[in-house]
């Protein structure tokens, strides 16, 4: 079965810090789906990236920068000089390659920037 | 605007009511829509995968005379909850893909929340 782990249930970090969300996932599949989304207060969840498992080069887009580590099953998420508009909670999320749209989602973590 | 709709936001009803939640694909056309929950502070759990014309597929747990789904068309989906309780508010979220699953974007409706008094 699928699983998915964000382990950090809240972080929180005052304004222009960097902050990395961890990931960690589980899988029989030799071909997989990763997904980070955002969800603002507002419920909506934002979609930020999609890597398949082929793909190990790390993504930098922006502040935002993920690092795909296949040996230790992790995908994690770092945004650098955080704003306070990036609070929100994020999530990781797994899906199968030839299943790509059902998505196994873990916990979540919440990220506040302070002021 | 929004590539996938969801009606309505939000939504009060008593208990022992049913009540309608509809997902719309706006300029796309989607055979397979799926439908999450997600409760306060958790996580989102998939209930089932809804496939145009043809029966729910629903994760196990999920009451299937509880929450019956319907694909009628290419572009709508719809999750009606039968005699909703308290313990059924929640915040329910479809998605739908595009295209096939190796090249298709995933987009996600704004959600709709219910509450059950």
């Known amino acids: 079965a699928q699983k998915v782990t964000q382990a950090q249930t809240e972080i929180s970090v005052v304004e222009k810090e960097d902050v990395t969300l961890d990931c960690v996932y589980e899988?029989?599949?030799?071909?997989?789906?990763l997904f980070w989304y955002k969800q603002p207060p507002s419920g909506e969840l934002v979609f930020l990236i999609r890597r398949n498992s082929f793909d190990e080069q790390n993504e930098i887009s922006g502040r935002y920068s993920w690092n795909f580590q296949k040996s230790t099953s992790s995908f994690n998420f770092t945004i650098t000089a955080s704003q306070v508009v990036d609070s929100a909670v994020y999530f990781c999320a797994l899906s199968e390659y030839k299943g790509a749209q059902k998505l196994v989602f873990g916990q979540g973590t919440r990220l506040t920037i302070n002021p | 605007g929004a590539v996938v709709s969801q009606h309505p936001s939000w939504v009060i009803c008593k208990s022992g009511t049913s009540v309608k939640i509809e997902c719309r694909s706006l300029?796309?056309?989607?055979?397979?829509m799926f439908w999450y929950r997600q409760f306060p502070k958790q996580s989102l759990m998939l209930m089932a995968t809804s496939n145009e014309g043809s029966k729910a597929t629903y994760e196990q747990g999920v009451e299937k005379d509880k929450f019956l789904i319907n694909h009628a068309s290419l572009t709508l989906s719809t999750l009606t909850v039968t005699s909703a309780h308290p313990e059924d508010s929640s915040f329910y979220i479809c998605?739908?893909?595009?295209?096939?699953?190796?090249?298709?974007?995933?987009?996600f409706g704004e959600g709709s929340r219910l509450t059950v008094l």
């Open positions: 998605s739908a893909p595009t295209g096939t699953s190796y090249t298709g974007e995933l987009f």
């Open positions: 899988t029989r599949d030799t071909t997989y789906y």
């Open positions: 300029d796309f056309q989607a055979t397979t």
